[in-house]
T-cell receptor, first 115, second 110 residues
Framework: SAVISQKPSRDICQRGTSLTIQCQVDSQVTMMFWYRQQPGQSLTLIATANQGSEATYESGFVIDKFPISRPNLTFSTLTVSNMSPEDSSIYLC????????????FGPGTRLTVL | GEDVEQSLFLSVREGDSSVINCTYTDSSSTYLYWYKQEPGAGLQLLTYIFSNMDMKQDQRLTVLLNKKDKHLSLRIADTQTGDSAIYFCAERAGANNLFFGTGTRLTVIP
């Protein structure tokens, strides 16, 4: 498995502000993803973070609201921009090593509350 | 699109077996997964099965896949209080991302 850390683990933010969440992996991985888990619900994929190019967003998610960076094979950031209370969720990054691996591992998540 | 369904709640007595069920709609699913989420924690990958397999066993966990009915189950033998958590099934259908079910909250009664 991969050791994945996220910062911050939780935060309480004011409406209209932005928060950047970091995801760090202990080894190089091919694929990195960002998911959202709204309160009491399942996980929804926000985007695939592509190293060296723009992220690939799922339907309903746009770059202006959720800009993503992936400067190398072990690190990615997700920014939640111009936050509203509806953005209160757990945000999780996940990784796959690639090269035939079918296992996707998740970070511990960042619990965001927007007031 | 993909649709993955699970029952929301399951209660079992300690020492009994738990069976958590999942149905999915995408017949092109290649892999199906079970994840465990404990309170306040991220998701832990428990096991996964390739779509051309019927069964996979890993210690106390047994995964059964009925591809014809698009039905997946996770059996936990000798359920312990530490197994109390939310269990998510997920399918991979072509692309790298996973589609998750609604989650089943398993409560183990001592």
């Amino acid at each position: 498995s991969a050791v994945i850390s996220q910062k911050p683990s939780r935060d309480i933010c004011q409406r209209g502000t932005s928060l950047t969440i970091q995801c760090q992996v202990d080894s190089q991985v091919t694929m990195m993803f960002w998911y959202r888990q709204q309160p009491g619900q399942s996980l929804t994929l926000i985007a695939t973070a592509n190293q060296g190019s723009e992220a690939t967003y799922e339907s309903g998610f746009v770059i202006d609201k959720f800009p993503i960076s992936r400067p190398n094979l072990t690190f990615s950031t997700l920014t939640v921009s111009n936050m509203s209370p509806e953005d209160s969720s757990i945000y999780l990054c996940s990784v796959e090593r690639g090269s035939g691996s079918n296992e996707q591992f998740f970070g511990p998540g960042t619990r965001l509350t927007v007031l | 699109g993909e649709d993955v369904e699970q029952s929301l709640f399951l209660s079992v007595r300690e020492g009994d077996s738990s069976v958590i069920n999942c149905t999915y709609t995408d017949s092109s699913s290649t892999y199906l997964y079970w994840y465990k989420q404990e309170p306040g924690a991220g998701l832990q990958l428990l096991t996964y099965i390739f779509s051309n397999m019927d069964m996979k066993q890993d210690q106390r966990l047994t995964v059964l896949l009925n591809k014809k009915d698009k039905h997946l189950s996770l059996r936990i033998a000798d359920t312990q209080t530490g197994d109390s958590a939310i269990y998510f099934c997920a399918e991979r259908a072509g692309a790298n991302n996973l589609f998750f079910g609604t989650g089943t909250r398993l409560t183990v009664i001592p």
